[in-house]
């Protein structure tokens, strides 16, 4: 049986892992705790506009038309641009500092702090314009937007958000490169070099993002009327990646967490995962078309070679996925741990809410994944794009998957950071499969009702004509309470443990969260049945599913 619950030692990756974070540079860690707080507290405050949209959508509410188009866009602007970025930029400072060899301190804080001020003064006036008139959802779609009181200042705090991703974004690229040019570090590990990767992606996507806000911005204040550029190419150079910025950061935390919670590496060798993380630079860039199906003026043919391109991008996400699978099952059957198909299973630390988190993101994960391919197909995306099956399916990923991951991480780094043992941790490990419900819930019922025709963007009942939809609405709004719950309960313990959970010493924050201590296996030393069925389970469930999806196109008239 693989040892339950002494991580004491510093020999095991959480102890690796809370001894470098507890040791950084008090300015360092200064600087986390801000970008930590802001996002827990995005996190909150997005969580409650969202409560209040799904008892709309559910008809358990009503809310005057325009007051419901401005709390759905202070849910969107406040959960995917805020909350998802504030945390993006504490989880990659965290794997720069504590995974970069010869390390001491981040470089060019100064420049992360000013990030910092940018990102939060957009993130007030994002929270301001809608109130003054700017209900355009979180794409602030132009020239829609013209005429409306708050528009220029709306993209306005887009502009400070860009240039202060881009601010952040430089010091995590330079603190490793710093230490690889000073000969503090030969090889950069699989993790650092992921993080780097990504801060790199982000400085790209912050210049697309002060190109479309930043004219966006110069025409709402010069008066708006015809534009001299095409808003939605712009705009979809830059969501393209910022869509897929917190996937990429999402399987990083992934093989992170596994390790921490484990003691288990990657049993294979570090350039194989650098070329799966590096892929993702390759494949997403040029698929941004798949999110203009609709648009007459892209061909057909440029249609059909951005849905074949944007089938590759889940690639890199399943590979990781296997190679963390493949290294614990392995790891486990060499530990002297349960032997049987699926019982070494239940070896793993399931009471640690990291690990519980990470596991139920990962089920999350299958349901996104699948449907994300089914999504883009060409025909298919035609039929369903302006439905709520839209934001049904990119739920399993924004809350089941990223959300749900990042708050996983943050279960111990607040730990660490502020000295204090994790609030309840056993409730804590139940709340993700508790989320997971609410997320299925939401997801499967948004997605019928969607097929069955109810819009997206409004949550006028007047427009699901079908006689299924009040009960699927009800439905997508029971899941989206579930949700709402469970998150703010996350909030809940993360601010009762940085505020007064139980005092820790160094090294200890993480004491009482349970976790195994397996050997890595050596490639090839061991079979790894159970990762290869689950392989051919997934790969089984999407062909049938992408079938499905072909045979109920090939029934539409025309």
Known sequence: MAEQGDDSTIEHASGRFEASLSSLAEEDRRLLKAFVLVSIFTLGLGVLYALLLVLVKGGFLSLESTLAYTILTLHGTTVFYYWLYFVQVAVVMVFVL?????????VWRNLAWAGFGLMSAGFLIDQIAPWMGAVITYTGLAPLSDGMPGADWFYVGY???GLGLLCVSIPCIATPIKAKLDGKVESWSSITF??????ALLTVTSFAALNVFGRTALWALEGGGPMDFDYMIAYHVMFHNMHYLPLLSTVLVWYALAEVTTGVKSIFSDRLSKVFF???LVVLPPTFLYHMFLDPTISALMKTVASTLAMFISIPTIMVFVIILVSLEASARVSEGRQGLFAWMRDLPWGNPAFSSIAAACVCAAAGGVLANILIQVKFAALLSDTFAIPAYFHFFTVGTISLTFIGLLMYVIPILYGRQLWNPKLMAQ???????????????GIAAGYLGS??????????????IPLLNAL????????????????????RTLRSGEEAGVGEGTANLPTVRWEPAEPGAVKAPTATIVMFVALAALFALTWLTFSMVGDLPG
Not at 98 to 106: M, P
Not at 436 to 445: D, K
Not at 460 to 467: N, R, S, T
């Open 476 to 495: 997508v709004g029971l899941g989206g309470i579930i949700m709402a719950i469970v998150l703010l309960l996350f909030v809940y313990g993360l601010v």
């Open 159 to 161: 502009v400070l958000l």
């Open 194 to 199: 992921a993080a780097t990767l990504w801060a």
């Open 455 to 468: 819009p997206r963007r409004t949550l006028a009942p007047e427009y699901d004509l079908h006689a299924s």
């Open 431 to 445: 709340l993700p499969w508790a989320l997971t419900v609410g997320v299925y819930l939401f997801g499967v019922s």
């Open 278 to 280: 590096a892929f993702y």
């Open 98 to 106: 504590v995974y970069t060899d010869g390390v001491d301190e981040l």
